[in-house]
């Protein structure tokens, strides 16, 4: 069975992906366009790619490989084209543990098991259950990433040479005063007014790229003294090579590794998935959620066997490329390769760009990234949505990306149970087919959150000797539900009276027992199918289907 799902999935991901890449959208102003868009991610993930592995504690060439294989991999099978993919922040900080207790082929081990899970995610179709977090969770999710690539900026205006290991960029050291301080937020201002300008004037080459140039041009012609990319390390280096990570294959070494994995797959696909969802409202395309799975899961399964940290999807580079004109998988595939020609030939030229300019662009990101419109919409929203917005970015700030979506829809979620749960109520009235009888009209849903408002709605030991209850406007939810309607039942025959249950659903007539025996058919009772199962053998409820 797992096979044949594998296969109708690889057909359907060979076909989407031929669909999407059809080369009749390749004009020669399209190529242009797709290759500057490229080399702009490529420069923008350089710093980004030295800073994170420094964080994770490993190499600068280990966080460089990782960018350049899990981004060409997602580039060619990744379900969003344009998204960009690399190594990021969210995962080095989880990753920095497990380097210093256990040492860096350790890593490598993680990172490939961590490819299998979410592999496994994808073939399984598990990427559809991105579509339960909610809107606000959502612009709690966007606003917190863009404080925290702001936040990761900073490190940049510290005093070169006095990096060291942390969250932010650069890392320790003093922060600049005085005229460096000056000079660096002058080069910063210009990159951004280039890149708010330019688009005005003319589009030929995008905007962040006309922004790093012209500022690397007057930094290098005028031989300013400012920080730049070969401060953070030297990225000269040679092709990646294969190489199984020097682990010992053992039940240890799994429990090691596996907590880890776990982490990192949920860290990885959640803020992939995510992306996927903010680069679709932006490109006007939905769908892809289990395809890039498979592709995080592929990119990381082999980047583990090529001395790459791992990596997913990264909103700031997504978003660079998106505005730059990237629409298709060609931009992302010219980005890892522009990058891997850095690594390759063109460390010395690549290393003599100002730090001032590529903070400028992430600068830009930042303000193009933060939902500006959350900050209208905070009084015109249910106070608890407002609430889940400012929730979400505080955790994304603060803790982590994944603690922040799942507190999110676990909120939300509750919320919605509780706003449900106030929403059951009665109308009551005489019967007029059955003279003498009462009739309870039960209104809003009945499941588990609304059973006590639900059991609290009857008075058995007043109503009249035959009694109706009639579910024609509600919906019976779950087996908490069921055994309500079943204790309900018990109650009035405690009291010697005659209960008759009305429009409820065929599987309600299969599930119940005791009050199974009361109901009456009718040929206007729903064909909603209940998310329980009754056992025939144990004559008990079991779990969802």
């Known amino acids: 069975m797992v096979k044949s799902t594998f296969a109708a999935f690889a057909d359907r991901l060979g076909a989407q992906g031929l669909s999407q890449a059809s080369f009749t959208q390749f004009t020669p102003n399209r190529i242009k366009i797709e290759l500057l868009s490229g080399l702009t ?13 420094f964080v994770a504690g490993v190499h600068p060439l280990v966080g460089l490989y990782a960018a350049f294989i899990v981004g060409l991999v997602t580039a060619l099978i990744g379900g969003r084209p344009g998204m960009i993919s690399g190594a990021t922040g969210a995962l080095a900080v989880v990753m920095v543990s497990l380097v210093a207790q256990h040492g860096v082929e350790y890593l490598f081990a993680t990172v490939v098991l961590m490819g299998i899970l979410q592999l496994a995610a994808g073939i399984f179709r598990f990427g559809k259950f991105i579509r339960l977090v909610p809107h606000p969770v959502m612009l709690g999710f966007v606003n917190g990433l863009a404080i925290v690539i702001f936040m990761a900026q900073l490190g940049q205006f510290k005093v070169p040479g006095t990096a060291e290991a942390s969250g932010h960029g650069m890392g320790g050291g003093e922060w600049m005063s005085g005229m460096p301080l000056a000079v660096m937020l002058a080069l910063v201002g210009l990159t951004m007014a280039i890149i708010w300008l330019l688009p005005r004037v003319t589009k030929i080459i995008p905007a962040p790229l006309a922004g790093i140039g012209i500022v690397a041009a007057v930094v290098i012609g005028f031989g300013l003294d400012v920080p730049r990319v070969g401060d ?12 199984v990570p020097s682990v010992p294959l053992t039940m ?34 939905r769908g892809g959620a289990s395809q890039e799975c498979v592709a995080q899961g592929t990119a990381n399964l082999i980047t583990g066997f090529f001395g790459g940290m ?12 998106v505005k730059s004109g990237g629409r298709t998988r ?42 500006w419109n959350s900050l209208r919409i905070m009084t015109r929203i249910p106070l608890l949505d407002a609430a889940v917005i400012v929730l979400v970015t505080i955790v994304t700030v603060f803790y982590d990306l994944a603690t922040a979506v799942v507190v999110g829809v676990i909120v939300s979620a509750l919320a919605y149970a509780w706003n449900n749960a106030r929403r059951i109520h009665v109308i009551e009235r005489d019967s007029v087919r059955t003279p003498g009888a009462h009739v309870y009209e039960i209104e809003g849903p009945l499941f588990f959150g609304s059973t006590d408002g639900f059991a609290e709605l009857f008075h058995p030991e007043t109503d009249p000797d035959v009694v109706i209850v009639d579910f024609m406007r509600s919906r019976v939810v779950d087996q908490s539900a069921l055994q309500a309607i079943e204790d309900l ?16 659903s065929r599987d309600c007539h299969k599930l119940l027992t005791k009050a199974g025996q009361l109901m009456v058919d009718s040929d206007d009772d729903p064909e909603y199918t209940l998310a329980v199962d009754y056992s025939v053998k144990t004559g008990a409820f079991g779990g969802a289907h």
């Open 252 to 285: 240890e070494t799994f429990k090691i590794i596996l907590p880890y994995a776990i982490i990192l797959s949920a860290i990885g696909l959640i803020e992939s998935l995510l992306t996927l969802n903010l680069v679709g409202e932006m490109t006007g395309k």
């Open 330 to 371: 060609l931009a992302g595939i010219a980005a890892a390769l522009f990058l891997l020609a850095f690594i390759l030939v063109g460390s010395g030229l690549i290393e003599q760009i100002p730090l001032a300019a590529l903070v400028g662009v992430m600068f830009m990101v930042v303000i193009g990234t933060f939902a």
């Open 310 to 321: 791992g990596g997913c999807a990264m909103i700031g580079q997504s978003m660079i490329n």
């Open 489 to 504: 039942a018990r109650r009035y025959e405690a009291q010697g009276k005659t209960l008759q249950l009305r429009h409820l």
């Open 232 to 243: 953070l390390a030297s990225i000269q280096g040679g092709l990646p090579s294969f190489h």
């Open 41 to 53: 991610v490529a420069l923008a993930l350089v710093p980004e790619a030295v800073a994170f592995a």
